[in-house]
């Protein structure tokens, strides 16, 4: 391994393990603040969240349109196409992965973890700082059709499912609010004040609301301030009434509605694999479990015996972004099998941060490739006639070799040829050697092109338009050898 290998890799290792020791890290603290009430010290949150769900949607929200304002609609969608690619394969990949694994993992570590092994992909924007990226990808998967039809279909299932969600979400939301009223008890709202200072909250003080519309205990909302908890119209014993109310104030604590944001987020984005619609439906399930597990954290068997009650009585559906208390018929028997009896589980910590390391590790080791085209359509858009050579460099991995073209016209004629495809991710194609560095200039400037046995990268200098600019992937590959007889080298 050379130089710039050895770099790139000890980088990407470095800042992978960083991030891993900081889930580690962040794993432990979570589940501390939950088991630990911390009697006599100054009172803390419990029920942190273990990762943040907005981090990755709002970063390629924001990086969209970012993108858009600066290079315009078409160069800002193939960038956001480089960016997205290999993160949304990242993700495919490791929820397929994982979903096999779940009923191993739930019998070894704890609901709780297993509920945020789901949100480890939410960091991989990490995967897009300079310090990560790779030389060259490891494979290149070709797109047969046009991307800009494939694009077109893409963004529209895209924006279909998360526009049904959302919609879904809001529709639901003002139905149940629309009959809601607030809870006038004195004893049930002491007993939610209680709850919510048991917790922690400091600030934030959120309505406990009562509505015909629903038939289970739910929370509905995404921001803090817009969050509400409904009860149904029932009356509840004050042991029952504490722990729906705390089951709520984890799922707010912990912002499950933000982490099931997430989860629609990546099925929308990657839509069209079954799998990602299974997945959101397990992890949706984990984060019940996780809530369940919080709840009865020091619970004896009475109070065990009680949830198992209360989950058997509140049927109900929680659709959009809500968290609710009700069990579906395909989980319910799971939930209270480890409601009444609790299996001895690990933590998890560490696994989580193999896992974030593992995630980091292998992002962009696959590359999209897409739209063909020749050589001379992207290095001589004038025609051929219209560039002269300037100067050639060859590089072994040892150093660059001083040398000339015998036959310039030849050597633009076999580079004209080559079949080109554009790359999506970003690269930095650092030791790759031997390669072929030339340079033409043309009516518009300067136009450089670097040569490597699979892929080839365009710097044009001068020009209006950089349309050209970028890497491409050579399905064919360059026969170096023959453009090396064009060169007559110097020692």
């Given amino acids: 391994m050379n130089s710039e ?8 290792v470095l800042v992978s393990l960083l991030f891993a020791g900081a889930t580690v890290w962040a794993f432990l603290r979570a589940g501390e603040q939950a088991e630990t009430d911390a009697p006599g010290k100054k009172p803390r949150q419990r ?24 290079y315009g609609p078409e160069r800002a969608a193939r960038a956001l196409l480089s960016l997205c690619f290999p993160i949304f394969l990242s993700i495919c990949v490791y929820d397929a992965l994982l979903l096999p694994a779940l009923p191993l993992l739930r019998r070894r570590i704890s609901a709780r973890t297993c509920a945020a092994l789901w949100l480890l992909p939410t960091y991989l924007y990490l995967t897009a700082y300079p310090c990560m990226e790779r030389s060259e990808p490891r494979w290149v998967v070709s797109l047969p059709v046009p991307v800009i039809w ?25 139905a149940l609010l629309k009959s809601a009223r607030p809870v006038e008890d004195p004893d049930d709202l002491a007993l939610w004040q209680e709850e919510q200072q048991s917790a922690g909250w400091k600030k934030i003080r959120l309505p406990l609301l009562v509505s015909p519309a629903v038939s289970t205990p739910l929370s509905v909302g995404l921001f803090s301030r817009s969050i509400r ?34 989860l629609v987020f990546c099925t929308a984005m990657c839509w069209f694999n079954p799998l990602m619609w299974l997945a959101k ?17 020091d619970a004896g068997d009475g109070a065990r015996r009680r949830y198992a009650e209360l989950l058997l009585s509140a049927a109900g559906n929680g659709r959009g972004f809500t968290t609710c208390l009700s069990a579906s018929a395909k989980t319910l028997r799971y939930r209270l099998r480890s409601v009444v009896h609790p299996p001895r589980r ?8 193999v896992l974030m390391f593992a995630l980091l ?9 897409y739209d063909p085209v020749r050589g001379a359509e992207v290095f001589f858009p004038d ?15 040892m150093r660059t070799v001083p040398c000339r073209c015998t036959d310039p016209e030849a050597l633009a004629s076999r580079l004209g040829d080559l079949k080109l495809e554009a790359l999506a991710g970003k690269y930095t194609f650092s030791g790759i050697r031997p390669l072929l560095e030339v340079c033409f200039e043309g009516p518009e400037g300067t136009v450089w092109i670097v040569v490597r046995e699979k892929s080839l990268s365009v710097i044009p200098m001068g020009r209006p338009s950089l349309q050209s600019e970028g890497d491409y992937y050579l399905p064919q590959g360059a026969d170096l050898e023959a453009l090396a007889q064009l060169l007559t080298f110097s020692e």
Avoid: N
């Avoid at 014993?237 to 709520?248: K, N």
């Avoid at 590790?361 to 490739?369: I, N, P, R």
């Fill in 150 to 174: 494939v694009g077109a279909v893409w963004a529209a299932g895209f924006c279909a499912v998360l526009g049904w969600k959302i919609a879904d979400h809001l529709r639901f939301r003002r």
């Fill in 5 to 12: 290998l050895y770099t790139e890799t000890a980088a990407r």
């Fill in 383 to 397: 025609g051929q006639e219209a560039y002269t050579l300037r100067t050639v460099q060859w590089h072994t991995e």
């Fill in 281 to 297: 439906e397990r992890s949706a399930q984990d984060l019940e479990l996780s809530c369940d597990e919080t709840v009865l954290l």
């Fill in 361 to 369: 590790m292998t992002s962009s080791l696959t590359a999209l490739a």
């Fill in 346 to 353: 690990h933590g998890g910590a560490l696994l989580a941060g």
């Fill in 229 to 262: 908890v409904v009860l149904p119209e029932r009356t509840y014993t004050a042991e029952d009434l504490r722990l729906i109310l705390r089951h709520e104030i984890i799922h707010i604590s912990r912002t499950d509605s933000a982490a099931k944001f997430f």
């Fill in 47 to 70: 029920y942190l969240p273990y990762l943040a769900g907005w981090v990755l949607p709002l970063y390629v929200a924001f990086t969209a349109i970012l993108l858009c304002l600066t």
